[in-house]
């Protein structure tokens, strides 16, 4: 999975702030979590009704940490998906992961491919 864009929205955990902000998260890594949560000046943490919670990859996913002043409320995420693979054990299926148009310019590069890949 290709992951194309994340956007989350954030509230404060105070009843009396109204603010949602629509934000990003930061990709957290092994090396930068604990100077993420321990530096007070990032921008992990809540302040002036902004943040970037941090995102960690799981085995089953994702998960966003915040540093407690504030709550996700929505968490959007958009990927590419794995197409369906081609194979000859069918070839007279039709292919419906891409439309019409594109199918010419695949065989195209793949044509190319071949060509270039061919020892003459």
């Known amino acids: 999975m290709f992951t194309l864009n994340e956007d989350v929205n954030i509230a404060s955990k105070d009843t009396n702030n109204p603010y949602n902000l629509d934000t990003c998260v930061f990709e957290c890594t092994s090396?930068?979590?604990?100077?993420?949560?321990?530096?007070?000046?990032?921008?992990?943490?809540y302040r002036h009704h902004r943040a970037r919670p941090l995102r960690i990859r799981t085995d089953d996913g994702?998960?966003?940490?915040?540093?407690?002043?504030?709550?996700?409320?929505?968490?959007?995420?958009?990927?590419l998906r794995k197409p369906t693979?081609?194979?000859?054990?069918?070839p007279l299926s039709e292919?419906?992961?891409?439309?019409?148009?594109?199918?010419?310019?695949?065989?195209?590069?793949?044509?190319?491919?071949?060509?270039?890949?061919?020892?003459?």
């Open 31 to 45: 090396d930068s979590f604990m100077y993420r949560i321990n530096n007070s000046l990032t921008d992990f943490h």
């Open 62 to 79: 994702v998960s966003l940490l915040t540093d407690g002043n504030y709550k996700i409320s929505k968490y959007t995420l958009g990927y």
């Open 85 to 90: 693979e081609i194979t000859l054990d069918n």
């Open 95 to 120: 292919y419906t992961d891409f439309p019409d148009i594109i199918i010419p310019e695949i065989v195209k590069i793949a044509a190319q491919m071949y060509i270039e890949n061919k020892n003459i």
